[in-house]
């Protein structure tokens, strides 16, 4: 079955940048998502990556996928205060229309220090 | 504006007293689906629906029940509440073109004693 897995916490000084790491076990995902949970909030998509792609840029973030080790990673450039949340990601089993298939992590807390 | 909303946002209730957490959206999203969310299990699905009459389970269904008679609604309900089902609850929706990208509500927190 499908299953992801996350690191718990990760801690970065303001400024530096971050890198949050996923690793997933179903080699048919079709799409992989970051979601961000700030306290107290529902989940926000950050953003997603299609399988058959190996990189996805926007603006601070940057998304590398490596499909033969089953890894996806978040890096967040010049990281802020207003950063600090909880990251998830998630797969998507099957083609559009398939949500129900998707799978989340754990989810990641990201402490930014000053 | 585009949003899930899910009512009430906090609930102390007592073991068997029946309740509902109402989720609606104003997207016309086909899917819909309810998460419970606990510390260091992150999110589990508890039923989803993918259109109008159409529910199922998800991985953690026991429980609970849905229903969806209509678009828009897609209420939970816990029929007898026990402590196990002290959680933070998510409901989602997305569209069935794209990418699977799902919109969450805001989250019901449930404190069964």
């Known amino acids: 079955g499908e299953d992801v897995e996350q690191s718990l916490f990760l801690s970065v000084r303001e400024g530096d940048s971050s890198v949050i790491n996923c690793t997933y076990t179903?080699?048919?995902?079709?799409?992989l998502y970051w979601y961000k949970q700030e306290p107290g909030a529902g989940l926000q998509l950050l953003t997603y990556i299609f399988s058959n792609m190996d990189m996805k840029q926007d603006q601070r973030l940057t998304v590398l996928l490596n499909k033969k080790d089953k890894h996806l990673s978040l890096r967040i450039a010049d990281t802020q205060t207003g950063d600090s949340a909880i990251y998830f990601c998630?797969?998507?089993?099957?083609?559009?229309?398939?949500?129900?298939?998707?799978?989340f992590g754990t989810g990641t807390r990201l402490q930014v220090t000053l | 504006e585009a949003q899930v909303t899910q009512n009430p946002r906090y609930l102390i209730t007592v073991t068997g007293k029946k309740l509902t957490v109402t989720c609606s959206q104003n997207?016309?999203?086909?899917?819909m689906s309810w998460y419970r969310q606990d510390p260091g299990l992150g999110l589990r699905q508890i039923y989803y629906s993918m259109n109008v009459e159409v529910t199922d389970k998800g991985d953690v269904p026991e429980g609970y029940k849905v229903s969806r008679k209509e678009k828009r609604n897609f209420p939970l309900i816990l029929e007898s509440p026990s402590p196990n089902q002290t959680s933070l609850y998510f409901c989602?929706?997305?569209?069935?073109?794209?990418?699977?990208?799902?919109?969450f509500g805001a989250g019901s927190r449930l404190t069964v004693l």
């Open positions: 997207m016309n999203h086909e899917y």
């Open positions: 998630a797969e998507s089993i099957g083609g559009t229309g398939t949500a129900s298939k998707l799978t």
């Open positions: 989602a929706s997305s569209s069935s073109l794209g990418a699977n990208v799902l919109t």
């Open positions: 179903d080699s048919s995902s079709t799409y």
